[in-house]
């Protein structure tokens, strides 16, 4: 099914208009952000109430955690096969349909195995997969149905696109509470099911009217193979420092697999990941000179372009672990909250996708040109980044004060969780659609796509910290030194969290005064 070039080309859009085919992926966007932000959001609390009740119930909100965050961690680790099968085998339309079958089957799983463990995780895997196997594909696969002809309006799509993503998720994340509430598991996973499969079928639909673009042959410069020749090319009389460096990550990384009893084996494997990434990563920086004789100028200073920008993501993975948590320890705190009884702690969730579709356009039309005119520079990427990186922090000192209430027997009202959502949803607009831009703007061509699948991976980085600190509050040693602190588990850990933010800030700050910027937008037409 891969299209030549002659196919591509008699299916290229009119000049200058918008492509007939962009409304089949918007509606099949739209409808698969619901089908996944609906069974997302209510995860955590079917967990606790219904498959894993054969728990003590104080272990529940801990393994629900573990579940939720294992999962999340998934969802953006598979985004790596998906864009490696796409661009080197079968295409953007063809691996995008196929992980589309698989995401199906997934949401399949869970409505009729809401009962069944082992049905159920089967589910969860499938949905990771799938998802996962997509996420780098249809953004760029928008992309693709542009030409130099109509590239203007592409922005009007991608804004359209950011749109309809908070739009399905605001409106699944309000209702699905509410069908889990009524309906019971089943039904509650099953709509969203019924979601992902008319968005594969609105996707099937457009097949002959899309520009496919064929798989990309094997790049001989590319980032893994300029790392590889970093490490191993000798030169007379020097030793190889970074390759000493990068055998160290590798055997550390298959010691951390001797804590899987005690983490467990996502934990684990996402550990030694980490570890490969960053020994690998500086062992490559050390001796990348080493590659410009062989890959040239472009592609070696391509590579040191990711390499730096890998110190800005890995700066940014506390942010997804105080973020994702909005869908498990936020939500297990609502429950302890008052509210009225037709409301379910899941349903706080839709106010950060309708915050988002509020403050972006606030943001660029009153408060930005507000703070210029008192003199503060908007335009620097990094600068919005460092403060949007406090935000989530101030969230959760928020949060955890709201704990130390809750804990001391005076009721509290769910609507206080507005307000550490209002930060944290500032924060994610400072934080994360400008790390899109920067990114972008720092990248060479050659190298965008690896990029976005490193920039995805930070979430499966920030997941796993949750992990790790979940997993070390239950050694008893750890728990004793909490209880002198005079405060519970659950208040240090939102604590520890807001610390965590708050430290990352300050280094990211110290990172960016440091940090040479480049600009690697393509030249313009008329240049």
């Known amino acids: 099914m891969t299209a030549t070039r002659e196919a591509v080309l008699t299916v290229a859009p009119a000049s200058g208009s918008m492509p007939r085919q962009i409304p089949f992926i918007i509606a099949t966007e739209g409808c698969e952000r619901f089908s996944f932000y609906g069974m997302r959001n209510i995860l955590t609390s079917f967990l606790v109430s219904s498959l894993l009740l054969y728990l003590p119930a104080a272990d529940r909100p801990s393994v629900a ?6 999962f999340v961690i998934g969802v953006y680790f598979f985004p790596l096969l998906g864009g490696w099968l796409s661009d080197r085998f079968f295409g953007k339309y063809n691996t995008t349909l196929w992980f589309s079958l698989i995401y199906c089957a997934g949401h399949a799983c869970l409505a009729a195995f809401d009962d069944n463990r082992t049905g159920f995780y089967t589910g ?5 997969l799938g998802s996962g196997g997509i996420k780098p594909l249809v953004t760029a696969f928008v992309g693709d149905q542009f030409d130099k002809t109509n590239k203007h309006r592409a922005k009007v799509v991608y804004d359209a696109f950011y749109w309809i993503i908070n739009f399905g998720s605001f409106f699944a994340s309000f209702f699905m509470p509410i069908f889990l509430r009524h309906f019971g598991g089943s039904v509650a996973f099953g709509i969203p099911g019924v979601l992902m499969f008319v968005a594969t079928v609105v996707f ?10 064929p798989p990309s042959p094997p790049n001989p410069d590319s980032f893994l193979n300029v790392v590889g020749t970093a490490l191993l090319a000798r030169v007379p009389g020097q030793s190889r420092p970074g390759l000493i460096l990068a055998v160290i990550g590798a055997l550390l990384a298959l010691g951390s697999l001797a804590l899987l009893p005690e983490i467990g084996f996502i934990a684990s494997f996402c550990l030694a990941l980490v570890l490969v990434m960053g020994f690998f990563g500086s062992g490559a920086w050390m001796q990348l000179e080493r590659a410009r004789a062989k890959h040239g100028d472009e592609a070696t200073e391509g590579v040191r372009a990711v390499l730096r920008l890998l110190v800005v993501f890995a700066l940014v993975t506390p942010f997804w672990s105080l973020f994702d948590q909005k869908a498990s320890t936020w939500i297990l705190q609502a429950d302890k909250m008052t509210k009225p ?28 040109p507000l703070v210029r005119r008192a003199g503060y520079d908007t335009s620097s990427a990094l600068r919005r980044m460092t403060v949007g990186l406090v935000f989530p922090g101030i969230a959760w000192i928020i949060v955890g004060a709201t704990q130390l209430v809750i804990e001391s027997g005076v009721p509290v009202s769910i609507t206080w969780q507005m307000l550490p959502y209002a930060f944290l949803t500032f924060g994610e607009i400072l934080v994360v659609a400008t790390a899109y831009e920067f990114s972008y703007s720092q990248a060479p061509a050659s190298m965008k796509g690896v990029l976005m699948a490193f920039f995805l991976l930070t979430t499966t980085v920030g997941n796993l910290w949750v992990l790790l600190v979940n997993a070390s509050v239950k050694s008893d040693a750890v728990t004793a030194r909490i209880a002198s602190t005079g405060v519970s588990v659950t208040a240090f850990q939102m604590f520890f969290f807001a610390g965590f933010a708050l430290v990352s800030a300050l280094a990211f700050a110290l990172y960016a005064r440091s940090y040479d910027l480049t600009d690697h937008y393509r030249a313009s037409e008329a240049a």
């Open 65 to 70: 955690k573990e579940v939720f965050h294992s």
């Open 204 to 213: 099937f639909a457009g097949r002959k009217r899309y520009v496919i673009c």
């Open 124 to 128: 969860l895997f499938l949905i990771a």
């Open 341 to 368: 009884d037709w409301f379910q702690s899941s349903q706080m969730q839709a106010l950060n996708p309708a915050l988002v579709m509020i403050l972006i356009p606030f943001n660029n039309a009153v408060l930005y």
